[in-house]
T-cell receptor, first 117, second 112 residues
Framework: GAVVSQHPSWVICKSGTSVKIECRSL??????MFWYRQFPKQSLMLMATSNEGSKATYEQGVEKDKFLINHASLTLSTLTVTSAHPEDSSFYIC?????????????FGPGTRLLVL | KQEVTQIPAALSVPEGENLVLNCSFTDSAIYNLQWFRQDPGKGLTSLLLIQSSQREQTSGRLNASLDKSSGRSTLYIAASQPGDSATYLCAVPSGGYNKLIFGAGTRLAVHP
């Protein structure tokens, strides 16, 4: 139980294009999902908290107009990197909480590797 | 501001050794501490979660301890195997349960 998937697993795009990453909770409903970014050999940094049916909460220094988050259903959150640039190349990981199980544990997706040329 | 540090950054050992990975955090007012495993290019797998009221948690060959007052946790891996090779991350929640603060990880390589 508590499986989180991400799609795509990797994507290569040209500079200036937009890329959408999906995060799905497969066997539970997630009112809250989280988006992290991980640069090579660095740790995960929380970008934003995605709340179903409301606006996402962004961490300091994360541009909300560049990283658009939509959490339209209890099982799906999307992260759109708009006008991507090479410095946006990173590993993006989402996580979700299963409120029916516990309020503390976050279950992580497999990640999406983005390369912007 | 909570900061999490992990030592060592990398470790290479022969199969069969017992290992200790260290994690320290600056703000001892934590709800819990969690240890994760990350394989190259993959997401995170939760290994152990220790509540702030607990001293340790065990799962198979893994044992994690927590000393909240000193801001430290250790992950003990017994009888290491090549399949244990991965990066091990510790994390603590900050400002409630939402924001997890991660350490930079310890990259472990266990060779046959």
């Amino acid at each position: 139980g508590a499986v989180v998937s991400q799609h795509p697993s990797w994507v290569i795009c040209k500079s200036g294009t937009s890329v959408k990453i999906e995060c799905r909770s497969l066997d539970f409903q997630a009112t809250t999902m989280f988006w992290y970014r991980q640069f090579p050999k660095q740790s995960l940094m929380l970008m934003a908290t995605s709340n179903e049916g409301s606006k996402a909460t962004y961490e300091q220094g994360v541009e909300k107009d560049k990283f658009l988050i939509n959490h339209a259903s209890l099982t799906l959150s999307t992260l759109t990197v708009t006008s991507a640039h090479p410095e946006d190349s990173s590993f993006y990981i989402c996580s979700a909480r299963d409120p029916g199980r516990d309020q503390e544990t976050q279950y992580f997706g497999p990640g999406t590797r983005l390369l912007v040329l | 501001k909570q900061e999490v540090t992990q030592i060592p950054a990398a470790l290479s050992v022969p199969e069969g050794e017992n290992l200790v990975l260290n994690c320290s955090f600056t703000d001892s007012a934590i709800y819990n501490l969690q240890w994760f495993r990350q394989d190259p290019g993959k997401g995170l797998t939760s290994l152990l979660l220790i509540q702030s009221s607990q001293r340790e948690q065990t799962s198979g060959r893994l044992n994690a301890s927590l000393d909240k007052s000193s801001g430290r946790s250790t992950l003990y891996i017994a009888a290491s195997q090549p399949g244990d090779s991965a990066t091990y991350l510790c994390a603590v929640p900050s400002g409630g349960y939402n924001k997890l603060i991660f350490g930079a990880g310890t990259r472990l390589a266990v060779h046959p």
